[in-house]
């Protein structure tokens, strides 16, 4: 079984994200960047099933040169091999874009019987990504997955969204989003760190992944920003220490601001 | 006036209050048409409370195989409605499902897709929030069929009844290798309370909550208050609460009037998904808990103690009228 796995590096959440002043664009010179944490149970559910039933699992992840670090973690985590897109006319890649890309990316790769991803990514995206690779590649998108199971050619999920639960079932090949119920990721080994750096991960650009395109039209999104204003932060107001009155007080507080 | 498409979001019998959001907006941008995607006599049904809100057409896309399989009938009703009637553009409710068939639809057609969007003005500009509340930004298709995603409960829906005519598309069957089909559903079971990311008013509990037990006291709040309930990661992951209440940067994004939370020490992937709520209450027995910084109302004390005396208060004031 060949299992591919989307990944992306993000701004970690623990830290303030800024957008540039310049093109509205994440600001990457000032983030904190590490592989999104759902990547990294996306990753897990790959490196079961290879544990079962025996798979290769490629690492893709589209992003600029540091990108590459995310990469090696998931090898490091225990994948096999890794190919980063890399190409400079991505920067601001809308969602069209993105998914086109990783779809271009996946069909250079062969025999995939399984496409892994996470649901959503912490930075923006609302979650559509996987499910537009999928509908570009022709595979049935099985998304929101919080379990997966594998066998005899078929993939089975158990989708979990704001309507409740629906079971899914689809033939192989396969694209399937894991939610961060489905399971706790390994931390990669010292011995796992050290093989990574030994494993092979191709760099592509987008000559190479649409060949003959021609390199003045790319478009990187269809989308325009026409300003970005930061929220003012939050004041901090009223604050009370409870002494036995304080359900009282809140209560006359919520009347005053007609809340009740 | 160019159409808008607008999808519908329904459960068979009855229309979603958001699709009305959706309709109420659209006209803003040209004369709203709804797709219905469903079970045969499904348009039927849901043609007057449609049109009532000013869906001028109704397109019906039935099949019986329609409600088998996860989101591609939706698609594929909307490119045929898109290659048919040349929108200006097309809405859908910015749900998980809404989401990923908004994305599929500027997929195919190489459109331009605004997800998250809780406005849009009649030139077509977007307001977006992004980065968990932190940035405004305002953002317009610019090439290709916008396609945009709007977060239920952006706008009052307003009826504005019109004649609705019906039109008929022809969904091809289902190809089997691509798609997935749904073989089971369990419904959410939200009980009488509103819909999380719908609701006036929000409780959340924590990991101070203490346990599936201590969420009782959570329950009885919102169900006093008329709110939804809410919970932070750490009390989903230790079980107290399913995780389909979970608030923050991988959970729900709500921005009700107003946001209790109970026991919460306000890490910034929590405030992700709470911070733009109209009036944020908190309560906290750890002075130094950063949930305190952000809050209108700041409590400082045991929320076993405060809570209860809370839903008695409120019984009380209601009771007075
Ligand atoms: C990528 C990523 C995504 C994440 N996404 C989310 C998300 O979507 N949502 C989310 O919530 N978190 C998310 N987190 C986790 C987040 O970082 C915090 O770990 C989590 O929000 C903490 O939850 P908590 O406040 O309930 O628990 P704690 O941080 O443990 O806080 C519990 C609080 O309860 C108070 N307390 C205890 N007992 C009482 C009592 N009796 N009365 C009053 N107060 C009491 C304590 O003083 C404390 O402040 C994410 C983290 C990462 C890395």
């Given amino acids: ?260 | 006036m160019p159409d808008v498409l607008v999808l519908v979001d329904h459960d068979g019998e009855r229309v979603h209050k958001s699709t009305y959001e959706l309709l109420t907006v659209a006209r803003r941008l040209g004369d709203p048409a709804a797709v219905v995607v469903g079970t045969p006599g499904t348009a039927a049904r849901l043609r007057e409370p449609l049109a009532r809100h000013g869906a001028t057409t109704v397109h019906a896309a039935e099949s019986t195989e329609a409600d088998e399989f996860l989101a591609t009938p939706a698609v594929e009703a909307l490119e045929l409605a898109v290659r048919e009637v040349s929108p200006a553009a097309v809405l859908v409710s910015a749900t998980t499902d809404g989401n990923e068939v908004a994305g599929r639809l500027a997929a195919r057609l190489d459109g331009g897709l605004l997800t998250d969007a809780v406005d849009v003005d009649s030139s077509g500009v977007a307001t977006q929030v992004v980065f968990g509340g932190s940035y405004t930004v305002r953002a317009q298709v610019t090439h290709g069929l916008p396609v945009i995603a709007l977060r239920p409960g952006s706008c009052e829906p307003e009826e504005r009844p019109v004649e609705a005519g019906e039109r008929e598309l022809a969904l091809p069957p289902v190809d089997r290798a691509a798609s997935a089909r749904i073989t089971a559903r369990r419904a959410a079971l939200a009980g009488d309370r509103p819909e999380l990311t719908e609701a006036t008013v929000v409780v959340s509990g924590g990991r101070g909550v203490a346990g599936a037990d201590g969420f009782k006291v959570v329950e009885q709040l919102a169900d006093a208050l008329g709110g939804a309930v809410g919970a932070s990661r750490a009390a989903v992951d230790a079980g107290y609460y399913p995780h389909q209440y979970q608030v923050g940067q991988t959970g729900k994004s709500v921005s009700p009037q107003l946001y209790i939370a109970l026991g919460i020490s306000g890490a910034i992937q929590h405030l992700a998904g709470m911070q733009t709520s109209k009036t944020i209450v908190a309560v906290n027995k750890d002075p130094e808990a950063p949930i305190l910084d952000v809050a209108d109302y700041a409590v400082v004390g045991d929320l076993f103690a405060v809570a209860p005396r809370l839903i008695q208060e409120v019984a009380v004031r209601r009771e007075a009228g």
């Fill in chain 1, 1 to 260: 079984m060949h299992i591919v796995v989307l990944v992306k590096q993000v701004p970690d959440t623990a830290a303030e994200r800024t957008l540039s002043e310049a093109d509205h664009t994440l600001d990457r010179e000032t983030a904190d960047l590490v592989l999104d944490e759902i990547n990294e149970r996306a990753t897990e559910e790959a490196l079961t099933l290879k544990e079962a039933v025996g798979a290769e699992v490629t690492v893709v992840s589209m992003g600029p040169g540091t990108a590459i670090d995310a990469i090696r973690k998931v090898l490091a985590m225990g994948a096999d091999r890794g190919l980063h897109i890399c190409d400079d006319r991505l920067h601001g890649a809308d969602a069209v874009t993105t998914a086109k890309t990783l779809a271009a990316a996946v069909r250079r790769l062969e025999d995939v019987d399984l496409v892994l991803a996470g649901n959503t990514t912490t930075d923006g995206q609302a979650g559509a990504v996987p499910a537009m690779v999928a509908d570009l590649l022709g595979l049935p998108q099985l998304t929101h997955a919080r379990e997966l199971t594998v066998d005899a050619g078929r993939v089975r999920a158990e989708r979990e969204t704001e309507n409740g639960e629906a079971t899914l079932d689809a033939p192989l090949p396969a694209l399937v989003s894991v939610t961060e119920k489905i399971n706790e990721p390994r931390y990669p080994s010292f011995k796992g760190i050290m093989a990574a750096k030994k494993k092979p991960v191709e760099t592509v650009d987008l000559d190479d992944l649409f060949p003959g395109v021609d390199d003045t039209g790319f478009l990187a999104t269809r989308t325009h920003v026409v300003d970005a204003v930061p929220r003012p932060a939050r004041a901090a107001g009223i604050r009370i220490t409870d002494d036995g009155s304080a359900g009282r007080q809140l209560v006359g507080y919520l009347i005053a601001q007609k809340l009740v």
